[in-house]
């Protein structure tokens, strides 16, 4: 296992991590699977096939507003910490703590989604499920005692999985592990997260079949002369999702409001708009089937819009465990109907292909809230099987992100929820790479341990084993010297005294020499957590240890010179 763990290290570990991906993709996929059952059997009793329409309306009520009740009941009594949940809490974990998600956030992740679901809450199951499948993939690496280095694509292999279960979209899952999750895309890394994805599908359609899809739906375009309209209507998507970015956001930025009061104002605001809209309720994708079939009017479906931005982006930014892509998709679904049905009434050739605009509104709202079209590209193409809505999504999603970034300043709504709770993350180019390569694939292993006072034989005996480096303590500090110096200290000794008694004491800490101050780090560690370390305690060499039968073991030697030369 040890040496398993050492081939980990090394960036080019593909065998094992192909192993591991596989294993967590199954771990991922088996509790998505759970998780999906404990919302639908409970939903098989009181809602039909998950839609809320045919409830009475004081029955809804009572079931968000008491839902929300029980749900900032929970997130009272549990600790700040451990309220961190969904996508932005797995990107949190990933960058700052090298993928190692606690187990106390997950059982509250799988209760809280749950709650969240059976309560008819305004949010979607994909968040709950990137959380659930990363921390899955995580619990396996930190139980085998994994590399961190490692740990970061288990984490992608979990979130990949966890979203072909959910969606059936095995390369969209792929595509937003990477774009979304990892912020990175390596060959490394892309075959055990594709191996993930098709795990994670294989058996979400053994259990469920294939249990969302639009193919129905007519996605060509009927003429070159709609992509004009179609970049305008990108416009109209990026307007919407900045007030769904800004709306989620303001509900974070209260921090110091008690959870338990803002998750019942957002549970208490649900609750009074599904009195007259009961779309609102839930993922929604019910709703997405009204709006294609073109029977809900242009005011209808706006003031819908302006309903689910409302209560979806109000509950996620108080907390609650649920997921913000179902209602993106519903929103940019119940928008582009409406921007269709205006478009076929200008369109001087009498055309109407409103449900060609519902998906290309879906895919628009998911790109521009997430800033990442090409997750979302491939998310509506798996879910259409429609190979010609590529071209005026292409154009939509450009329109609708450019203008998100630029006049809503907005990065994807989960790196901007991380930057407003502070927690701001680092995903520059030598992080990504140090982040990617465990300790023990760069470390030199040539060294000895010493005692400070060497006899003449002793420093001989300890030259003839070669090593590079020696490592001696003083006065409750360990120190690393090169063991070049030594041997010239030795040399000039024989020079100065032809018969040099092996007996004369050398002391390590007199001899001229460059004697470096350490510190020692974990075996597991990557080498951005070793750059870090190395700034933080200003010095230039890290002594890389293990634990043995409850002692630390140190099994090699790493210097800011051997950081910085891999980089370069």
């Known amino acids: 296992m040890d040496n398993f763990r ?57 079931l968000v507003l008491g839902g929300a009740f029980i749900i900032g009941l929970i997130l009272h009594f549990i600790d700040n910490n451990s309220r961190r949940l969904s996508v932005a809490h ?52 930190q139980w085998l005692k994994l590399p961190n280095n490692s740990l970061r694509t288990l984490v992608g292999c979990g979130v990949a999985s966890a979203i072909s279960a959910s969606f059936d979209t095995p390369i969209a899952g792929v595509i937003f592990a990477m774009e979304v999750v990892l912020l990175e895309y390596t060959i490394t890394g892309f075959i055990p997260v594709m191996l993930a994805s098709v795990t994670g599908t294989a058996l979400a359609q053994a259990a469920f079949g294939n249990s969302l899809s639009f193919s129905h739906i007519n996605a060509e375009l009927n003429s070159l002369w709609e992509l004009p309209y179609i970049a305008l209507c990108g416009f109209f998507i990026a307007v919407a999702a900045g007030i769904y970015s800004r709306l989620h956001l303001w509900g974070v930025s209260l921090k110091s409001t008690p959870v338990m009061v803002k998750v019942m104002v957002a549970g208490l605001i649900t609750a009074l708009i599904t009195l007259p809209l009961p779309q609102v309720m839930g993922d929604g994708y019910d709703t997405i089937m009204q709006t294609a079939s073109g029977q809900l009017s242009i005011g209808f479906l706006l003031v819908l ?34 921007l269709g049905q205006v478009g076929a009434m200008l369109s001087p050739l009498d055309q109407n292909n409103t449900e060609l605009y519902v998906l290309l509104g879906m895919t628009a709202m998911m790109a521009a809230v997430l800033n990442a079209p090409l997750a979302a590209l491939l998310a509506v193409l798996e879910l ?119 007996e004369h004491l050398i002391d390590l800490l007199g001899i001229p020499a460059k004697r470096l101050n350490s510190q020692s780090i974990d075996q597991g560690s990557n080498l951005n957590q070793a750059r870090n370390l190395l700034k933080q305690v200003e010095i230039e060499v890290l002594i890389v240890s293990r634990q043995q039968k409850k002692q630390q073991q140190t099994i090699g030697i790493i210097t800011a010179e051997t950081i910085n030369n891999y980089y370069a």
Request: positive net charge.
């Open 6 to 62: 050492h081939r980990l290290a090394h960036i080019d570990a593909l065998p094992q991590l192909t192993l591991l991906g596989i294993i967590s993709g199954l771990l991922a996929a088996l509790i998505i699977l759970l998780f999906r059952f404990s919302i639908d059997l409970p939903l098989s009793l009181y809602a039909d096939n998950g839609t809320f329409e045919t409830m009475p309306a004081n029955q809804r009520f009572i």
């Open 90 to 141: 797995v990107l949190d974990r990933l960058h700052q703590h090298e993928g190692k998600l606690p187990l106390k956030n997950i059982l509250v992740q799988f209760v809280g989604g749950i709650l969240t679901h059976v309560s008819g809450q305004s949010m979607g199951r994909e968040g709950p499920a990137v959380h659930l499948g990363a921390g899955m993939a995580s619990q396996l690496g």
């Open 305 to 338: 819009v302006g309903a689910k931005i409302v209560s979806s982006a109000l509950a996620s930014g108080a907390g609650m465990p649920g997921g913000i892509i179902g209602p993106c998709l519903v929103i940019g679904a119940c928008l582009g109907a409406a």
């Open 384 to 502: 259409s099987h429609s190979p010609g809505i590529i071209l005026p999504a292409m154009l939509m999603i450009s329109t609708a992100c450019i203008c998100t970034r630029q006049w809503f300043a907005r990065e994807g709504i989960f790196l901007a929820q991380l930057r407003q709770l502070g927690t701001p993350i680092d995903s520059s180019p030598q992080q990504q790479i140090l982040s990617r390569v465990g300790v023990r694939s760069v470390m030199i292993g040539r060294f000895k341990a010493c005692p400070a006072m060497l006899q003449v034989s002793q420093a001989e005996a300890l030259l003839r084993s070669k090593p590079v480096w020696l490592i001696f303590s003083s006065e409750a500090q360990t120190l690393v010297m090169a063991a070049a110096d030594l041997s010239r200290h030795l040399d000039e000794i024989k020079q100065q005294v032809d018969d040099a008694s092996q």
